[in-house]
C-alpha cells in the first residue's frame, strides 16, 4: 500500500488555511509548489509525497434542503487500521474530546481552536 500522500504536522494551521480558501477561491495555491510555499510560510510544515504533481480542489455544492448527500469511502479505505486494531486519529482527538466530560471544559477560543483543527483533518482526510 503506498504511503500517505500529504503529512499533516499542524492540524489547526491546515484548518485556518481551509477555511481561507472556502470563503475567498482567489487565495487557493494553483501548484504543488504555491502549496508548500503558503503552507511552510504559514508555520504549517505540510510534505507531500514526491508524486504528487498537481492541485486540485473539489467545491462541495451548498446543501439543498430537498436532498441529503452521502459520500461513499472507496472500498480499500474500509481496512484502514483494522489490521493494526486502531483507528488512525490525530493526537488532537485524545488530548481535547476524549477527557472525561469533567474535564474537558473549553473555552471559546479552545472551542474554535478545536473545530478549526477537525476542518483540517476532516478535510485533509478525504484528500485522494
Same mark, same amino acid.
Given at each position: ?31 504543488? %509548489? &504555491? !502549496? ?8 504549517? *510544515?505540510?510534505? +507531500?509525497?514526491? @508524486? ?31 489490521? %493494526? &486494531? !486502531? ?8 488530548? *481535547?474530546?476524549? +477527557?472525561?466530560? @469533567? ?26
Amino acid at each position: 500500500m503506498p504511503g500517505p500522500k500529504m503529512t499533516i504536522h499542524n492540524y489547526q494551521k491546515i484548518g485556518e488555511l481551509i477555511k481561507t480558501w472556502a470563503s475567498d477561491e482567489k487565495k487557493r495555491p494553483a501548484t504543488k %509548489e &504555491d !502549496l508548500l510555499a503558503m503552507a511552510n510560510d504559514d508555520g504549517l *510544515n505540510l510534505e +507531500l509525497a514526491d @508524486e504528487v504533481t498537481t492541485v486540485v480542489y473539489t467545491d462541495v455544492p451548498e446543501e439543498q434542503a430537498s436532498e441529503i448527500r452521502f459520500v461513499i469511502p472507496a472500498n480499500n479505505a474500509l481496512s484502514v487500521g483494522v489490521e %493494526e &486494531d !486502531l483507528y488512525p486519529l490525530p493526537t488532537f482527538y485524545a488530548e *481535547n474530546a476524549f +477527557l472525561d466530560p @469533567e474535564q474537558r471544559v473549553m473555552d471559546d477560543d479552545e472551542t474554535e481552536a478545536f473545530r478549526t483543527m477537525r476542518i483540517g483533518e476532516y478535510t485533509t482526510s478525504k484528500c485522494k
